[in-house]
């Protein structure tokens, strides 16, 4: 079984410096690093005013910046060949597309809030999968704001971060197009190692759950389908359209405060099962948190894959590559296994035994192989830390 490799911060950090220096011929003044997310569970929750439980990978985009002062603009990947070269003018909705959408758009967003962001050169280099539903752009956005903000003198306060979520969000919404709900914002800036983050979208809460999976002889493993069912934009936007229209039905603020009784008051038979998926899910969360408390990893193995079956016939965002997985890692041992993400592709979350953890991995690569899928991307994160200054 061949991982994904989240790289060491110390060499990945040398790095991005090494090539922000052979890009721009002089040396970066900060460097921020910023993980991906892999959600345990609370899935399409975080626009509903619900609950849901991501934990930060260890792997993550590392973002170099030196601030300018001519008001120029240029932006490097180390994942693309393209450099965008503009000023903050040139940034608003719909510009500029792609990467550069995430990166300028922060900037964008950070001079919104009242940062005097400058001219700025930035290079990003990352270890999170692209397209793999573990948030890959959050990462871009919280790395940059976290570079940018330290060059402008500030330092990563809890209020610095709390500002920095909607930023982040603005540049993912508002210029990039990409609708979210701020998940993957808030883990990637308020991750502590070990943890999950349990995210209340009702009360702004954020609570720290300790999960020791290695003295359960437990490990997670993430598999990335490496496939994008087309559509995936319109898809989400559509379960949120049906969401929005059960609040005006049901005349309630979100669908936090809808109960299972509600549904029989839904005239329409798919809102109502995605009404059922959220309320359900929400529920799922809370059992999942106190099971973890109790070391109840069956259990929480149990609600992985109650949330799968509901994201799979109720919120119809699963697929069949993102099935296979979730039956293949059953069969060959796993407590439990889900999509995890927006969906329609991307990846499923296993929770293993350390000791069939390569086994099922395998076994998994084997399915893919047998049914003529592409082969899928595997990591093994341990919960990880949020945003950090390298
Ligand atoms: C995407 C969004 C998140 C969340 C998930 C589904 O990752 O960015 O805000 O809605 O989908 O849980």
Redesign the pocket.
Known sequence: MQLIDAGTPATLAASVRARFHEVFGEEPTTVGRAPGRV?LI??????NAGL?LPVALPHATYAAVRLREDGVIRLRSAQADDTWEGTLADVGPGHPRGWPAYVAGVLWALADVGYAVPGVDVVIDSTVPVGA?L?SS?AIECSVAAAVVAALGGSLTDEVRELLVPACMRAEIEVAGA??????QAVSLFAQEGRALLLDFQDGSRTQVSLPLHEAGLAFLVVDTRVSHALVDGG?ASRRADCERAVAQLGISSLRDATLADLDRLDDDRVRRRVRHVVTEIERVEEVVAAAAHGSWQRVGDLFVASHASMRDDYEISCEELDLVVETALAHGALGARMT???FGGSAIVLAPVDRREEIGDAIVAAFAAASYGEPGLLSPDPSAGVSLE
């Open positions: 959600n609370g899935e399409h929750t975080d626009y849901c539903g948030s959050a609708p979210t709900g701020g998940m993957d989400y993400g927006g969906g």
